[in-house]
Nanobody, 128 residues
Framework: QLQLVESGGGSVQPGGSLRLSCVAS???????????VGWFRQAPGKEREGVAC????????FQIDSVEGRFTVSRDNANYTVYLQMNNLTPEDTAIYYC??????????????????WGQGTQVTVSS
């Protein structure tokens, strides 16, 4: 398992942007490149929802329809970091955002149960 720490959340107005970071640490010699990583969000009273993810190795990315064209996931393996760039934010994007990772897995998944390491979350609030 990895230790994951998210940052970059905050309060923005509708139409604004934020970039979330997820920094990973683990046992000596671990390679982030070999981990699939997902970004999730959970709004009050709602279930945790997968919004975007990135495969291990080939870095192919996936997003749910509601964030397509607005959210982009990427990784910087040298710095053990995965990013979620969020543009044109709306109040419906307000939630706690989490990153999650799964080792020894090529593909990512929008299902929370797929992952074995989780960060503590970072709050994103979009309001005028």
């Amino acid at each position: 398992q990895l230790q994951l720490v998210e940052s970059g959340g905050g309060s923005v107005q509708p139409g604004g942007s934020l970039r979330l970071s997820c920094v990973a640490s683990g046992a000596s010699g671990f390679t982030l490149r070999r981990h699939a990583v997902g970004w999730f969000r959970q709004a009050p009273g709602k279930e945790r929802e997968g919004v975007a993810c990135i495969n291990a190795v080939d870095d192919r990315t996936f997003q749910i329809d509601s964030v397509e064209g607005r959210f982009t996931v990427s990784r910087d393996n040298a710095n053990y970091t995965v990013y979620l760039q969020m543009n044109n934010l709306t109040p419906e994007d307000t939630a706690i955002y989490y990153c999650a990772a799964r080792g020894a897995s090529y593909r990512c998944s929008p299902s929370p149960s797929w992952y074995d390491s989780w960060g503590q979350g970072t709050q994103v609030t979009v309001s005028s």
